[in-house]
């Protein structure tokens, strides 16, 4: 094997270590925890494990915890009032809607309705217009976690060529996004792509969002390339990811692995923003 393994666990845990002091100053200068609200909705056990891992991490870097677990069967109009309730409770800084979400509820209104100001996972279409302007907003966990990871790495963003498979408005979209912001030059695939390889085989960073277990290979890499392995899906063999882990390696500069590599970072991204949305809110109500 010829490349770095990015250790996303280690990086996640300095980053929660950053976001633990500053819970602790938070605390110290008005006297109470800022919260994490998740809403867990119906059964999913992927769904449950998710909220639990970011409970038990938000939990440990001293925050709050608002969890609501509500039945499949909750109504549009359940869901909405419960997000009014936590948009009007002021311990409460950030708000997490699991997704996906039981088909009978309109995800995107439920999304729209959190207050931009807690909205932790960057998804309301205010916080996307603010990462699409480049100005100050809540950016979306995953790709800020990924651009963490890159520049933890020494990986040069700047200058660089960046190939984005994947345009999802929750990963691929927002992380060309800002990588393009950090002055790569991108590109972005998608299923219609064709010769996805002949592209990311130009790519130095290569980031794969594609939600299709192992289907990035030694074919589709630059030699000494950066590959950033997004996807997580459960096998018979375990977790892995949109990565041939192992042929890759071989031929990458630097690597994520699955597990231990992009899924920390995400947790660690969440943790940050919502005490920076606590920061923000507190700064606000002072003024
Ligand atoms: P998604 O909404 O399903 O989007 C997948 C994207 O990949 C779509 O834009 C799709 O293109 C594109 N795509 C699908 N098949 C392709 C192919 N054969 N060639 C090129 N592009 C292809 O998924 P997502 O929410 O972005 O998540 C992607 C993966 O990351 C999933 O495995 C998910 O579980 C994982 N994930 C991990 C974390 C973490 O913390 N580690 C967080 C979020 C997501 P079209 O737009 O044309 O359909």
Redesign the pocket.
């Known amino acids: 094997m010829t490349a770095n393994v990015i250790d996303g666990k280690a990086v996640a845990q300095a980053s929660q270590a950053q976001t633990a002091k500053r819970v602790a100053e938070f605390v110290a200068a008005y006297g109470f925890a800022p919260g994490l609200a998740t809403i867990l909705i119906g059964e999913d056990p992927a769904s449950e494990v998710y909220v639990r891992n970011k409970r038990k991490a938000a939990a440990a870097a001293g925050l709050a915890d608002f969890h609501e677990h509500l039945p499949a069967t909750a109504t549009q109009d359940e869901v909405e009032a419960l997000i009014d309730r936590l948009n009007a409770e002021p311990r409460v800084a950030g708000i997490l809607l699991q997704l996906p979400v039981p088909g009978g509820l309109d995800r995107t209104r439920l999304i729209e309705r959190i207050a931009p100001g807690k909205d932790v996972d960057g998804l309301t279409t205010l916080n996307q217009g603010r990462l699409a302007r480049g100005v100050q907003g809540l950016r979306p966990c995953?790709p800020s976690?990924i651009i963490e990871l890159l520049d933890f790495s020494g990986v040069s963003i700047e200058g660089s060529f960046a190939v984005v498979?994947?345009?999802?408005e929750?990963?691929?979209h927002p992380v060309a996004e800002l990588l393009l912001q950090r002055n790569a030059t991108i590109a972005i695939?998608?299923?219609?792509?064709r010769d996805?390889a002949a592209l990311t085989a130009q790519a130095d960073i290569l980031i794969a969002?594609?939600?299709?277990p192992e289907?990035i290979g030694a074919e589709h890499v630059k030699r000494g390339a950066a590959v950033i392995d997004?996807?997580?899906?459960r096998t018979d063999k375990g977790l892995t990811g949109?990565v041939r882990f192992g042929e890759v390696a071989e031929v990458a500069g630097w690597i994520t692995p699955v597990p231990g590599g992009?899924?920390p970072?995400?947790i660690a991204a969440l943790l940050s923003n919502t005490i920076a949305a606590a920061e923000v809110a507190a700064a606000g109500s002072a003024s």
Do not use: E, P
Not at 189 to 193: G, I, N, P
């Open positions: 995953t976690g498979v994947g345009r999802s929750l990963v691929g695939a998608h299923s219609r792509t996805l969002a594609a939600g299709v289907f997004v996807g997580i899906h949109d992009v899924g970072m995400t």
